[in-house]
Each structure stands twice: as structure tokens, then as C-alpha cells.
């Protein structure tokens, strides 16, 4: 396999593990439980990439979630952090997205392809500058929210947002054996 056919294998690897924010949050845990967050996709990345002999870095930035499912509206507020890859290609920093896997394209999340070369599109838009180590103190979501914090709000999310991606991924099944719509 050349360089580049390697680095593709590598992200397909990644990115086609099951996004769940209620699984791994770190690379060494991510295979073993077959699902994770955008940290877990991002360190198993790194990793891989310096294995196939390239430097990498995380990369993080402030985003906010999507609108679905409901519980959002719970939350003081929509933001959070989104970690992705930055590889050292041909001399040239490429920032590389594996977040979502391919059947959470049906309910319109962003699903990076990639051609091994150029940066992937991102699961999440930026709202801000990217942070890279080194950069100072790493971004902080709802730095200005001055509200107290129901944690119990952002146990109901998380667990419904799970819910809501594993309902995704049974109706994109199911669309794919033709037997019904996906009700997202």
C-alpha cells in the first residue's frame, strides 16, 4: 500500500467507528468499546499517524451542537469544544475531521471523505480560532455564560443525544435494506 492509500485506511478506520459521546474518550478505549467522542477519534488518529511516521496534533476549537435532539434547548447554552487532526503532509499542515460516521449523514451531520492530501470538510464550523498546543489556555465553552449550570440538563442531553444518534444510525439500516424511512 503507498503513503497515501495507508493515511486513507487509516481515516476510514476512524471515522467508520460509531460517534457516541457516551463511549471511548480516549484512543486506547475507542476499538475495545467500538464507539466515541471526537477526542477518542482524534487521539486514535494521532496515533496512527505518527505510527505511519507523520507529525500530528490535535486541534480544537469552540462549535456549537445542532439543533436535534430537543433536550439542546435544555442546556444554558449550545456550545462546546470539537477536537480534530492536524497531520504533517508534504510539508503542510492538513487538518483531518473523522467525527461522524456514514449513516449519521442522514440526519445531516457533516461525514468527511478524504483524499489523503487536502484538508477534510469539518463535523463542526469553528465559532472562533483554532486552538493548536502551544497556543495558550485551550478554548472553554460557555465562557460567558453567567447563569448557574443545571448539570442535571446536560446528563438528559447527552443521554438523549446518544439515543438520538443510535435512532439515526437503525433508520439509516434500515434505508439501506430498503424496507422503510428513517425517521430523523
Known amino acids: 500500500m503507498d503513503e497515501r492509500a495507508e493515511r486513507i485506511a487509516l481515516f476510514l478506520a476512524v471515522r467508520d467507528v460509531p460517534y457516541a459521546t457516551d463511549g471511548a474518550h ?9 464507539r466515541g ?3 477518542a477519534k482524534a487521539a486514535y488518529l494521532i496515533r496512527g499517524f505518527r505510527a ?3 507529525p500530528a496534533r490535535r486541534v480544537r476549537w ?7 435532539p430537543a433536550e439542546v434547548r435544555l442546556l444554558p447554552s449550545r456550545e462546546d469544544v470539537h477536537s480534530a487532526v492536524e497531520v504533517l503532509i508534504e510539508g503542510r499542515w492538513t487538518l483531518v475531521d473523522a467525527t461522524h460516521d456514514p449513516p449519521l449523514a ?8 478524504w483524499d489523503g492530501i487536502t484538508d477534510t470538510v469539518l463535523a463542526y464550523e469553528p465559532r472562533g480560532p483554532l486552538w493548536r498546543p502551544g497556543d495558550g489556555p485551550e478554548p472553554v465553552p460557555n ?11 446536560g446528563g438528559r442531553y447527552q ?6 444518534l443510535r435512532g439515526v444510525r437503525a433508520g439509516a439500516a ?8 428513517a425517521d430523523v
Do not use: H, I, Q
Not at 442522514?106 to 471523505?113: K, P, Q, S
Not at 465562557?143 to 440538563?153: G, K, M
Not at 443521554?159 to 438520538?164: G, I, L, M, R
Not at 434500515?174 to 424511512?181: F, H, I, K, L, S
Open 37 to 39: 467522542d471526537c477526542l
Open 52 to 54: 505511519l511516521g507523520y
Open 62 to 68: 469552540l462549535y456549537y451542537l445542532p439543533d436535534r
Open 159 to 164: 443521554k438523549a443525544f446518544n439515543e438520538w
Open 26 to 34: 480516549d484512543a486506547d478505549t475507542l476499538m475495545t468499546l467500538g
Open 174 to 181: 434500515t434505508n439501506a435494506r430498503g424496507t422503510g424511512a
Open 143 to 153: 465562557a460567558d455564560v453567567r447563569e448557574p449550570v443545571d448539570v442535571d440538563s
Open 106 to 113: 442522514a440526519a445531516g451531520l457533516t461525514v468527511a471523505e
